[in-house]
C-alpha cells in the first residue's frame, strides 16, 4: 500500500521560512508528478506547486513564486516545499499529493501538516 507522509509544519513568525516534505513508501511506489496543495476552513483545496518528477518542470500560484521553491529528491523518493518570507496568508493545512500516472490525476494523498504564520 503506498503512502505518503508529510512533515515539517509548525508554527512560525511572518518573514519565517520552513521545510515541507513528503516521503513515500511502499515497494512499487512510483510518480508521474508530486503537488503541495493548501486549505484553509471555508475555501476550496489550491494547488501551491508542482512538479513533475521525470523532468522536473515545476509551477506555481501566483501568490508563493518567488517564495516557496518545489523540490524532489529521486533516490529518496521525497519532494520539499522550501517556504521562505512566509505570510500570515499562507497559514492552511498543507497537503502533499502524487499522480501515479499522467492519466490518473491525483490519485494518492498524504494525511496534511499544520503551517501557522503569526504576526
Known amino acids: 500500500q503506498a503512502q505518503l507522509v508529510e512533515s515539517g509544519g509548525g508554527l512560525v513568525q511572518a518573514g519565517g521560512s520552513l521545510r515541507l516534505s513528503c516521503a513515500a513508501s511502499?515497494?512499487?511506489?512510483?510518480?508521474?508528478?508530486r503537488g503541495w496543495f493548501r486549505q484553509t476552513p471555508g475555501k476550496e483545496r489550491e494547488v501551491v506547486a508542482e512538479?513533475?518528477?521525470?523532468?522536473?518542470?515545476?509551477s506555481y500560484v501566483d501568490s508563493v513564486k518567488g517564495r516557496f521553491t518545489i523540490s524532489r529528491d529521486n533516490a529518496k523518493n521525497t519532494v520539499y516545499l522550501q517556504m521562505n518570507s512566509l505570510k500570515t496568508e499562507d497559514t492552511a493545512v498543507y497537503y502533499c499529493?502524487?499522480?501515479?500516472?499522467?492519466?490518473?490525476?491525483?490519485?494518492?494523498w498524504g494525511q496534511g501538516t499544520q503551517v501557522t504564520v503569526s504576526s
Open positions: 499529493a502524487a499522480a501515479s500516472s499522467w492519466r490518473s490525476g491525483y490519485d494518492f
Open positions: 511502499g515497494r512499487t511506489f512510483s510518480s508521474y508528478a
Open positions: 512538479i513533475r518528477w521525470s523532468g522536473g518542470s515545476t
